[in-house]
């Protein structure tokens, strides 16, 4: 049996930004765009999508999906 984050040694460089695989758990805050979200919750307003991804990212998110 392999233990979780056995041996991982590759990362992806995004900008100045390196994810290390393995190393943590890291957290995507999701916000949908389009008013036929599959999640119902779709915001075509600029203003609240970007209120929206400004607050995950300070609640913590180290990737935002838009």
Excluded: K
Aim: no cysteine; charged share 20%; net charge negative.
């Amino acid at each position: 049996m392999v233990r979780p984050g056995a041996g991982i040694t590759s990362a992806l460089l995004v900008r100045r930004t390196e994810f290390r695989w393995g190393a943590r758990t890291y957290i995507v805050g999701i916000v949908n765009v389009t008013p036929d979200s599959f999640s119902g919750d779709g915001l075509v307003e600029t203003s609240q999508a970007i209120e929206r991804g400004t607050a995950q990212w300070n609640s913590g998110a180290d990737v935002l999906d838009v």
